[in-house]
């Protein structure tokens, strides 16, 4: 039987906003069940223009809360429990990532990030990667432009979605930012607290950047401890409207006119999603619809247009994906290609997971991740456990919470609507198949992880040109 074949684009260009909920953009039909709070429309126009002019997943779910895992999975198309990153940062990558196997086909890599600690060299995530560029997407477009006559892989991370909510860094907000931070402190009487108990950083900042984070990050954890959960949930949708217009809306109309003028496929997706509540800390200890649904939007040339697709997709599918329409290799991955044709076509179900892997105490966390950026030996990785888990499959979900000894804590069956997740009671046949397919899952042996490495002499010099202190 003869291959079919596909479309072979010259360009493919990914793009991932950090924490960005599925339905956080206006063009966006569904209707989660924890209701954001805030006081005007949503501010989405460049990503509602591409949904109406290309093809938008409406029910892809992430293989993990926490950005390292989270890309991990997209970039080797296989889950977290066989590439070996199932945590927030504790392993390396143990399979060959879309920037490994485009390299070695002579395709140019480029690479941009505002969280070069968690999706950088100490993870394995620049394996491959020709340009790596930190928080600098105008120096990484224009070296995708200066290359628009060769083969490119591009991938552009943007983390002001995540918090602090729309600024990331002084460089992005030398004004606004360090307003905002004192009129949360006024407003809701917070004094910024004399020591810290998360110091976790996906970025290097010293000086006032540094401070400005603990000091925001004092808020949010003040606002939690008193459940001003709408409160939050404020913070973070202004901080979106601020992200785009400030930063984004301009960058992405220089995509779309490199898109529209050449060979190109754009892919613009989140890692996680974000949501306040008693069991769900923003997102890294959630596995709620909220964090878990994240949106999927895919343009450019051959792509069905105006298109929403409500069959579940996976994050794992978007390597296999890029894969067929491309010249990256993408053989023997979890993930399954979906075709961009008919994006509708499913001839099979898919079945999703994800899970929640903690070590319980985020200063030992803190401590291990500043040990390995200060170039120490090697050292072994922290032992984790499984915290909580969930399975899609179908119209149904079933989520688990095991509790420090490891013993199933909660088990809640949810039916899955394309829209939303709806409690439902147990179904005894459903709940048996659910967890039968996540024994079989937890079963998986991952590939041998690379211990995590020393930050490397090359990346080092870089940061200390930018004015990083490593």
Known sequence: MKKPSYHQYQHVIMISLDSLRNDCITANPSNL???????????????????????????????????????????????????????????????????????????????????????????????????????????????????????????????????????????????????????????????????????????????????????????????????????????????????????????IKKIIDFVDTTNSLLIVFADHGENWAADSRGHSNAINDAVLRVPVIVYGKGVAKNTVVSNLIRTIDIMPTIGRYSKIPAANLDGRPISLEKPDYAPLPREAFAQVWRVGDRLKIYKHQQRILKGRKMIRPLTTKLEKEAVYRGRFALNREYDGNGELAREALYMNTGQRLVLTKPIAGTLADLRKRLRKYNHIKPKKSRRINKVSRSIIADLHNLGYRV
């Open 33 to 251: 069940p924890n209701k954001l709070s805030r006081r005007t429309k949503f501010k989405t126009t460049m990503l509602d223009y591409l949904i109406k002019r290309g093809t938008y997943f409406n029910n892809c779910i992430s293989a993990a809360p926490y950005t390292s895992a989270s890309h991990a999975a997209y970039f080797t198309g296989c889950w977290p429990r066989r590439n070996g990153v199932y945590e927030f940062f504790n392993r390396q990558i143990g399979r060959p990532t879309i920037f490994e196997l485009a390299h070695l086909k002579k395709i140019h890599t480029i690479f941009q990030t505002d969280f070069p600690i968690i999706l950088g060299d100490s993870l394995g995530f620049t394996r491959g990667v020709d340009k790596y560029f930190i928080e600098s997407e105008s120096a990484a477009f224009a070296e995708l432009s200066r290359s628009k006559d060769r083969d490119t892989l591009s991938f552009f991370h943007f983390g002001g979605i995540h918090y602090p909510y729309g600024f990331h860094k002084l460089k992005f907000a030398k004004i606004d930012f360090p307003k905002k931070v004192k009129a949360l402190e006024r407003k809701f009487h917070i004094t910024p607290a004399a020591n810290q108990a998360d110091m976790l950083d996906e970025s290097y900042r010293h000086g006032r950047d540094k401070d400005l984070l603990l000091r925001y990050k004092t808020i949010i954890d003040t606002l939690w401890s008193r459940r001003e959960y709408d409160e939050l949930h404020a913070l973070y949708v202004d901080g979106i409207d601020y992200f785009l217009k400030h930063r984004f809306n301009k960058f």
